[in-house]
């Protein structure tokens, strides 16, 4: 369920992003989605994706050069609650799709997950960056520690940026352990 629920996902950043457009990977992992908006934005657009571990970064940086893939796109590490900071004055408004696969990073340590506090700064942030007509994607897990006030947390941020935004769960109805999609397109 959890690989249809991403192939979702792709499908719908896909309707939102060209070739040319930036656009931002919040949860970089093992780098499948960053290698997917790589493809999808071309040499002529650009990549900003983060994570906080090294070996988030090391095995994305491998997939992109496997893929000859990696020029488009620049690899952060650092925590997306200070995407703002680390990303070039400017593009504020400007950009076509964020990624969020939340969590921990398959294959690596359980215990570093995302955070209710640091993925509600993220999504303030990527408000402020997506244009209009621009989507925010949200893959949710309530099985790791805090997962459960993550998603609870997201829920609520979602409802209030409904007055700028229009949003859809994407498998309502799903069982309580199974993952969420989300998404979000800006006014
Ligand atoms: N998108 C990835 C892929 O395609 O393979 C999967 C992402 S994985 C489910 C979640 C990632 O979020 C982990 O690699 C973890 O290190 C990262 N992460 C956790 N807290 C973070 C934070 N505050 N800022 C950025 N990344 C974070």
Excluded at 25 to 49: C, K, P, R
Excluded at 91 to 104: E, H, K, Q, R, T
Excluded at 126 to 153: F, K, N, T
Aim: net charge negative; with cysteine.
């Amino acid at each position: 369920m959890t690989r249809r629920l991403t192939e979702i996902a792709h499908e719908l950043v896909a309707g939102h992003v060209h070739a040319g457009d930036i656009v931002i990977d919040a949860t970089m992992g093992n780098g499948h989605d960053t290698l997917f908006l790589a493809q999808l934005v071309g040499e002529t657009g650009h990549v900003y994706a983060f994570d906080v571990q090294q070996q988030a970064i090391d095995q994305t940086r491998g997939r992109l050069d496997t893929h000859g893939a990696a020029k488009q796109v620049t690899l952060i590490r650092g925590n997306h609650a200070d995407m703002l900071g680390r990303l070039p004055v400017g593009i504020a408004g400007s950009v076509a799709a964020v990624i969020f696969n939340l969590g921990y990073l398959p294959g690596g340590d359980k215990s570093v997950t995302t955070m209710a506090e640091s993925t509600l700064l993220a999504l303030d942030a990527s408000l402020e960056l997506i244009r209009s007509g621009g989507l925010i994607s949200l893959l949710v897990y309530v099985g790791h520690a805090g997962g459960i006030e993550e998603h609870q947390v997201i829920t609520e941020w979602l409802e209030k940026a409904g007055s700028r935004a229009r949003w859809k769960h994407h498998n309502p109805g799903c069982a309580a352990h199974a993952p969420r999609l989300y998404t979000l397109v800006r006014s």
